[in-house]
Structure formats: structure tokens, C-alpha cells
């Protein structure tokens, strides 16, 4: 007989024990010659090392699939202990499925260009990915950015905005600087909330693991094994973009989403996302997707309206073109 402690990383031990131990009254079920005694992160099992062996084979396998699923029921953890897989999920993984959110539903790439941009950010470290509202641009790329920190391709992930939109000034918004910002960030927590339970994404904000802060605050950073997200790139200046692209250190991905139509700058102000593209286009490491009106996933009035305004926009510019 020995004894040995395991100890529970990266995982709730709530999620793996279940209510009032529902979950680990099962396990215990599966090895009754073993004695489990489990506080907190910290497990200790007394038995045969065959046994033990064999117990914490398990353990991980269970911890794999919650980190995996974002959820576990009876029927999951039985089917585990029995050494069944379930097919279903693991053929749904293998396809579209980037991961899988807090209620265990599958977040995948849902268009052509969102599987192009799955595939890109494996193959470069610098994503430009530009298009129309309602796309799922932001959306996907955090989806990206949460795989890669639960892969422990990352050990952190950054979100950031510029603070300018729609012509509002900050100064005059209520409030201390985190209220006067959080309502511009406010999409980039919405998605973290659909792919992280509420007690883990609470822990990495606190712990920074994952930051979300206003543009301004990347300066003088060297951002390293980060998986960095620059949303609303288009309200950028040359010289903010800049000092953005140049944070990347060692093992990091960027992916800088925008949507060129709707850019607040003063009118003289060059965007810094065009002028990105433009200037990075041929360079080895930096891939540019282009979403558009296909790409759409939102209410199906919202690809009717990009199309309006579009033909608006064409025929303003022939217009202007002709008085020329």
C-alpha cells in the first residue's frame, strides 16, 4: 500500500469532484479498492500502485475532456471511466469546432473566410483580418486566442481597443477610467463569456492572464508567448499602429481586426489599418483575410444593409470621379 497526492492544475475542482462530490462518489465507484480523500486542488489516494496508477490515468482523462468541453455530465464522466468515447464529439472537433464553450455547445469557424482564418493564424503569426460588421471577425479570433491559451500555446491573451468611436470624446463620459472604458471593450467580454466559465475567466482576468485595455496602454510593452487581439483597427493612427505591430516579442500571434467602412478618425486622419495592410502585404509571417457580405452571421437585414450602403458608396465615387 502507498499513498499519493495529485495535484489538480489548471481546472476548477468543483467541476471535477460535482455537486456535493456527486462526480467523485462515482469515480470512487469505478475504484473502490483505492481510498480517495480530495481537498480543494489536492487529492490523496491510498492503495495497490497498479490501482493508483491506473486512478490517475483517469483523473486525467477527465481533466483533459473539462478543459476540452468546458463541461462535464454523469453520463460524460461514466463513459470515461468505461474507456467509451463519445464519437460524436469527437468527430464534431475534428471539423469546424475551434472549441468548446461554457455550456459544452461548439464555437466553430461558420463561412469560408472564418475557416481561412483558423487556418491562417496556424501557418503565420500576424493576421490582418478586415470586413464588414456582423462577421464574426472579433469573435473568432478571440475563439482563436482562448484555444491557444488552453493549449498552452500561450501563457496569456490580450485584448485591446483604440478609445475612439463614433466621435465621443472620453473626458466627458461618467465615471473613473475603467467606467469610461469598459463600455468600448464590452464585445471582447461578451465573447470570453460564451468560451470561459464565470469562475476561470474571473481568475485569468484577476490573475492577468487575459487583459483587456484600452490601445494607449500597449506602449513601452514587448509582449511575448501572448496571443495578442488589436479589434476596431481601423480607428488607429499611423503612428498607434505602429507602435502596436513593433510590441510583438518571442512566440506571440497578432491578429488586428477592423472594418474599413467605419472608420471615426477626423476626416484628414489615414487609418492606420490600411495603411498596415498596404505596407505589410508581402511580408513573409503576416497573412490578410478579407470577410465580406457572405461572411455574415448576424440578423439576415444586416447583409442587406451592407449592400445598400455599398451601391451608395460606388455611386458616390462615380460620381465624383465624372464632376472630376
Known sequence: MIEKTIQIENADPRELYGNNNTFLNIIQSYFPEVRITARGHTIKVNGEPQRIEAFEQKIEEILHHLHRFNSLTPNQLERILK???DKSREGEAATDTILFGTSGQAIKARTQ????MVKAISNHDMLFAVGPAGTGKTYTAVALAVRALKNKEVRSIILTRPAVEAGENLGFLPGDLKEKLDPYLQPLYDALRD???PEKLNFYLESGTIQIAPLAFMRGRTLDRAFVILDEAQNTTRSQMKMFLTRMGADAKFIITGDASQIDLPRKQVSGLKEAMYLLQNIEG???IRLNQEDVIRHRLVKDIINAYEEDESKR????????
Open 83 to 85: 474507456d467509451e468515447m
Open 113 to 116: 473566410n472564418q475557416r481561412k
Open 195 to 197: 468560451m470561459l466559465p
Open 286 to 288: 503576416v497573412s490578410i
Open 317 to 324: 465615387d462615380a460620381q465624383k470621379d465624372a464632376k472630376a
